[in-house]
């Protein structure tokens, strides 16, 4: 079956830095566009980076720009987040998604989600 697995998620302290990853199975991952998203206690789901399923069409939230690096290996079936310069506003539960043609920020363009990796920034 579909399975997104994140993990390397964690407790650290503003400045410090996290490599989120995310392993995929049960689907065609190298046909998919990838999507990071995270949700915040009390708020909606939002947007973080997206890559399509070449390595290109990277796209950034414009809080994260500078900060975050989103990468992807089709070989390992794997999408990568990179943060850098965390600060305790990034704290949330980080969620990947894949989504085919046309899926960039709207989380309701991404057809298969994992169950989030927690990322919580102290200061």
């Known amino acids: 079956q579909v399975q997104l697995v994140e993990s390397g998620g964690g407790l650290v302290q503003a400045g410090d830095s996290l490599r989120l990853s995310c392993a995929a199975s049960g689907f065609t991952f190298s046909s998919y566009n990838m999507g990071w998203f995270r949700q915040a206690p009390g708020q909606e789901r939002e947007f973080v980076a997206r890559?399509?399923?070449?390595?290109?069409?990277?796209y950034y939230a414009n809080f994260v720009k500078g900060r975050f690096t989103i990468s992807r290996d089709n070989a390992k079936k794997t999408v990568y987040l990179q943060m850098s310069s965390l600060k305790p506003e990034d704290t949330a539960v980080y969620y990947c998604?894949?989504?085919?043609?046309?899926?960039?920020?709207?989380?309701?363009?991404?057809?298969?989600w994992g169950q989030g990796t927690q990322v919580t920034v102290s200061s």
């Open positions: 890559i399509s399923w070449n390595g290109g069409g990277i």
């Open positions: 998604a894949s989504g085919l043609s046309g899926a960039y920020t709207n989380p309701e363009d991404y057809v298969y």
